[in-house]
């Protein structure tokens, strides 16, 4: 968790020096491939090509280990701990580790 939230700041601190940024989500890619490599076409000014669908199941043995971890009653104290010491940190970023559905576009990603 420390890592991925390391890298997010990185890259918001870093997205203020760039002329041009589009932000593109795993989520998105995997569940509407298509029109999300659309955007990634326009932005670069290229014809788009046809792309074979992703797994819109990509993450679901990560979220499956996740659900364990909050039910599991040996387990149930850690999964607290770490929704209570991340949980407002990776909200910044468009996400909940108590909604594993949730994603959505932060502010500061527009450019």
Excluded at 42 to 51: C, E, I, N, Q, Y
Aim: proline share 4%; net charge neutral; aromatic share 12%.
């Amino acid at each position: 968790m420390e890592h991925w939230l390391h890298c997010h700041r990185l890259f918001q601190q870093d997205s203020s020096h760039l002329g041009r940024l589009l932000v593109i989500k795993y989520e998105d890619l995997i569940q509407s491939t298509e029109p999300t490599l659309g955007q990634v076409y326009r932005f670069l000014g290229l014809t788009p090509h046809v792309s074979a669908p992703l797994n819109p199941a990509g993450n679901e043995r990560y979220f499956s280990d996740w659900r364990k971890l909050s039910d599991e009653t040996n387990s149930r104290a850690v999964f607290h701990r770490l929704v209570e010491k991340y949980e407002q940190d990776v909200q910044l970023y468009g996400y909940s580790l108590t909604d594993l559905r949730k994603c959505s576009r932060v502010a500061w990603f527009a450019h």
